[in-house]
């Protein structure tokens, strides 16, 4: 069974480090990849499905187009609210039912054995090492949780406080328009 493991932190007040595009990736070829480019099949319409949770994703992040193998452009950044509306009218691939990804949906793409970004490159090229929306509200109860979104990060080690894991799924405000959104849609 694949470790699936999350650290989750809380964001109250805590500024996000500053983040920028896809650099050369780092992996450790001494350990066995968690999301090895065999779970993924490529349907060549810019969509990959993945084998084990049955999920169609976009191999861009949004905002950047698909051609000759890598992504090109951009990545668009939204706050939580626009994320979710342009995910909710976004049609590709022939499917108008995509949408942002839950946290773990999210965190279930996140290559373990690499930083730079933490993702499997060849599936997913030119990924922003960066925060990602989730779909999935700050569950708290009082104090104003109700304004924080759960994020997921494609980024290095120590890109916060401390020698950190790979895999960081953290809470921040609803309102940062400067996070980086990959859809999703239910594979059928």
């Not at 929306?133 to 980024?155: C, E, I, M, Y």
Request: glycine fraction near 8%; proline fraction near 4%; charged fraction near 15%.
């Amino acid at each position: 069974m694949r470790k699936t493991w999350l650290i989750f932190l809380l964001a109250s007040g805590l500024c996000l480090p500053a983040v920028g595009q896809a650099q050369a990736q780092n992996c450790n070829s001494n350990t066995t990849p968690s999301t090895p480019d065999t779970q993924f099949a490529d349907n060549a319409d810019g969509t990959v499905t993945d084998n084990q949770t049955e999920l169609m994703w976009m191999r861009c992040s949004l905002g950047q187009t698909l051609g000759g193998g890598t992504c090109s452009g951009t990545a668009s950044t939204f706050n939580w609210q626009t994320a979710l509306i342009a995910a909710e009218s976004y049609s590709f691939a022939g499917f108008d039912d995509w949408r942002l990804p839950n946290v773990r949906e999210l965190a279930s793409i996140v290559e373990d054995s690499c930083f730079s970004p933490s993702i499997n490159a060849t599936i997913f090229p030119v990924t922003p090492i960066a925060w990602f929306w989730s779909s999935t509200p700050h569950k708290g109860s009082g104090l104003g949780f109700d304004v924080f979104a759960w994020l997921v990060k494609f980024g290095n080690r120590t890109d916060m406080a401390g020698d950190l894991d790979l895999r960081i799924a953290f809470t921040h405000q609803k309102d940062d328009s400067g996070t980086y959104v990959r859809l999703v849609r239910s594979g059928q």
